[in-house]
């Protein structure tokens, strides 16, 4: 891990120095081979090549790890190789391309701009995405465009179960197979202009959308009403301190508030039960609400 994080604050920090130099020429960066042209892949690097600047062009040779490209504000981003999570995550504008596969999360809460990936991508592609296009030429993992506000998704492989769950605007289009959405999201056949709409996209890469081709869209006509609070932080961060929840449940995902008991020597159906809610809260925030130790409800 602290090898992997070395490289990749080196790789950061000479990508910073090149693109200087590369915008006054008006020429690409070239990362992953040697001044002779030799292939010299990157292997495993995370977090790297993010906000690239307007007009910016990087071209990388090699396999890299979570959070590539983030924030891209205007450049250009060629990967010949693979990724892993994340990648594209908050994407702003210009244009991620990547010739293999990726993992999980791509173009996370994007806002503008295009992510091409020439392989398959992992679950939750799109998610959260408000606005700009993610092409996929191969397959979608499960919840794709889960909690999208905007923008579209072009799938010309097949999709995992519940695409589009949670989502609230922007389309998905899916070329191959796609199982039945989840409740709030409609489907239907792709229009004639739509077909046309994205030519741009697919023409270069010899690829094209035709009338079997299905859409996905939101059901409902309103925004959701679910919403996060505003939050701010008031005071340094010498007293925060970063915690891995893996039963944290995502923004999207829709809440079950109801249990099935059966007996399991019972024919019957089973008795479907309400699941009640318990609060808890530390006393120190039991004090702001005038409350003191722990309060439960149920």
């Known amino acids: 891990m602290r090898e992997g994080a070395s490289k990749s604050m080196k790789l950061n920090r000479d990508l910073e120095k090149y693109i200087e130099k590369a915008l006054e020429q008006e020429r690409p960066v070239k990362i992953g081979w040697g001044r002779a042209g030799d292939e010299r892949p990157k292997e495993g690097e995370f977090g790297v090549m993010g906000h690239l600047p307007e007009g910016a062009r990087v071209l990388c040779l090699g396999n890299l790890g979570e959070c590539v490209g983030m924030a891209n504000g205007g450049g250009t981003l060629t990967l010949r190789g693979s990724a892993g999570s994340m990648l594209g995550a908050f994407h702003q504008s210009g244009k991620t391309v990547v010739e293999k596969d990726v993992g999980a999360r791509t173009g996370f809460k994007m806002m503008g701009g295009d992510i091409s990936i020439q392989g398959s991508v992992g679950d939750e592609a799109g998610a959260g995405m408000a606005g700009g296009t993610i092409l996929v030429r191969g397959h979608s993992g499960n919840n794709l465009g889960a909690g999208m506000t905007g923008g579209e998704i072009v799938v010309m492989g097949s999709v995992g179960s519940d695409p589009g769950i949670g989502m609230a605007g922007g389309r998905i289009i899916i070329s191959g197979s796609c199982p039945p959405p989840p409740e709030g999201v409609d489907m239907r056949s792709i229009k004639k202009k739509e077909i046309s709409e994205f030519g741009h996209l697919l023409d270069p890469l010899g690829l094209s959308l035709n009338e079997d081709a299905l859409v996905l869209e939101s059901a409902n006509e309103v925004l959701a009403t679910d919403y996060l609070p505003d939050f701010s932080i008031s005071e ?60 439960s409800h149920g």
């Open 236 to 295: 340094g961060f010498e007293k925060i301190s970063l915690v891995q929840n893996e039963d944290a449940i995502p923004e999207h995902a829709p809440l079950d508030h109801l249990t099935l008991l059966v007996a399991s020597d019972s024919e019957t159906d089973g008795v479907l039960l309400p699941i009640p809610w318990i609060v808890s809260c530390e006393s120190a925030i039991g004090d702001d609400w005038g409350g003191s130790g722990n309060s």
